[in-house]
């Protein structure tokens, strides 16, 4: 099953802070968090698993909250280098199920 | 490293016609994905690898799809023949274990006329 990310697209301005959400109906071990610039490739950010261990990128964070089956990835203080879409991808057996994303568009 | 490296870039061919991917894995990553990416469905799972070895291929369209892996170096992934519907960016990626991030490639763009 496909996690469901929310919000679809959000708009920032500099200096604003974002909270993109991710849930799943399944029970979850670890999520993955990745950003897309257009064109582009996804680039791994961090995966966060069961028992809280936070991995990967230092300048955002996420949480993990295996009792709700959700995770959600914080932006704080945006920077025009966050725009791009957002994904979050749950595991189901040894491969990863990617959310539709969400747009992030930080505006100067 | 130089990353996940995938060839060609941009794709563009006619309806019917054969087109093969190709993908070369980050050395030492013993898993390889293949995803396609559309407006509609997002990024799917067409099919992975873990020591070359096919494991789940239950997301690949129809039989017109077709994936190898020979080696630890080099993934294909093949289409025949093409549809306009398989119109989409496809990326592979590669991992060392099943559970840690994956590294995209540059991806391919695939246009069928």
């Known amino acids: 099953q496909q996690p469901v990310q929310s919000p679809q697209a959000v708009i920032l301005r500099e200096g604003e802070d974002a909270v993109i959400n991710c849930s799943s109906s399944?029970?979850?071990?670890?999520v993955h968090w990745y950003r897309q610039k257009h064109g582009e490739a996804p680039v791994f950010l961090m995966i966060?698993?069961?028992?809280?261990e936070q991995k990967g990128h230092e300048k955002i964070s996420a949480s993990f909250n295996e009792k709700k089956q959700q995770s959600s990835l914080y932006l704080t203080a945006s920077q025009l280098s966050y725009s791009g879409t957002y994904f979050c991808g749950t595991r189901s057996g040894n491969k990863l199920v990617f959310g539709a994303g969400t747009i992030l568009r930080v505006k100067s | 490293d130089a990353g996940v490296i995938q060839s060609p870039r941009h794709e563009v061919t006619e309806m019917g016609q054969e087109v093969t991917l190709r993908c070369k894995p980050i050395?030492?990553?013993?898993?390889l994905f293949w995803y396609r990416q559309t407006m509609m469905r997002g990024l799917e799972l067409l099919i992975y690898?873990?020591?070359?070895?096919?494991?789940?291929d239950s997301g690949m369209p129809e039989d017109r799809f077709s994936a190898k892996m020979p080696n630890a170096s080099f993934s294909t992934l093949k289409i025949q023949p093409s549809e306009p519907r398989d119109s989409a960016v496809y990326f592979c990626?590669?991992?060392?274990?099943?559970?840690?991030?994956?590294?995209f490639g540059s991806g391919t763009r695939l246009t069928v006329v």
């Open positions: 966060l698993l069961k028992g809280g």
């Open positions: 690898f873990n020591n070359n070895v096919p494991i789940d």
């Open positions: 050395s030492g990553h013993d898993y």
């Open positions: 990626a590669s991992s060392f274990g099943a559970a840690w991030g994956y590294t």
């Open positions: 399944k029970a979850l071990y670890s």
